[in-house]
């Protein structure tokens, strides 16, 4: 898979800062088989982002996901769910 293709990655908006990978895997397991897990953190401190990627195995794993996780709550934060569109090119 290439950067420029979202395939079936998935967008998660509103994670809890304190999240994990290996948390966010296993709640996105419950809809499917999941190939990777990214949360992006901060270049400066370190933290993260508050958002990631989860990439599903297949298109039908991928919707399940959307279904089950959009607007979910986690630690009192509702989250964002939706396919991820592709990485725009960076502008230096």
Known sequence: MTMEDSGNR????NLPFRMTRDELYDLFAQAGNVVSVHIPTDRETGRPRGFGFVEMED???LEQAIQMFNEHSVEGRALVVNQARPREPRRF
């Open 10 to 13: 998935l967008f998660v908006g």
């Open 59 to 61: 298109h039908g794993a």
